[in-house]
């Protein structure tokens, strides 16, 4: 049984930042790899960024160098520090764990880029 709750979005000016934070409920969390997604209106969903059971990350190009994801398996909890945030970033976002063939969703938190 696992469940995902995301936390830490809200309304931010171009240029500002945002954590996002990812609770996990369950007991496979530290073997399990995590992902960010997002899904603006209108656009299909994106992956934005991944990491391994040891913490070992990937970007979508959009966000190299501006977005930074982390784990904390002690906190069974997983970030996405947003940095530098442009208008393109405003979307819903979502946590997803991966265990094998099974795949997890929260239910996302949203995220608004505007002046």
């Known amino acids: 049984q696992v469940q995902l709750v995301e936390s830490g979005g809200g309304l931010v000016q171009p240029g500002g930042s945002l954590r996002l934070s990812c609770a996990a409920s369950?007991?496979?969390?530290?073997?399990?790899?995590m992902g960010w997604f997002r899904q603006a209106p209108g656009k299909e969903r994106e992956l934005v960024a991944s990491i391994t059971t040891d913490g070992s990350p990937n970007y979508a190009d959009s966000v190299k160098g501006r977005f930074t994801i982390s784990r904390d398996n002690a906190k069974n909890t997983v970030y996405l520090q947003m940095n530098s945030l442009k208008p393109e970033d405003a979307a819903v976002y979502y946590c997803?764990?991966?265990?094998?063939?099974?795949?997890?969703w929260g239910k996302g938190t949203l995220v608004t880029v505007s002046s």
């Open positions: 997803k764990l991966v265990k094998g063939v099974r795949s997890y």
């Open positions: 369950g007991n496979i969390f530290t073997i399990a790899r």
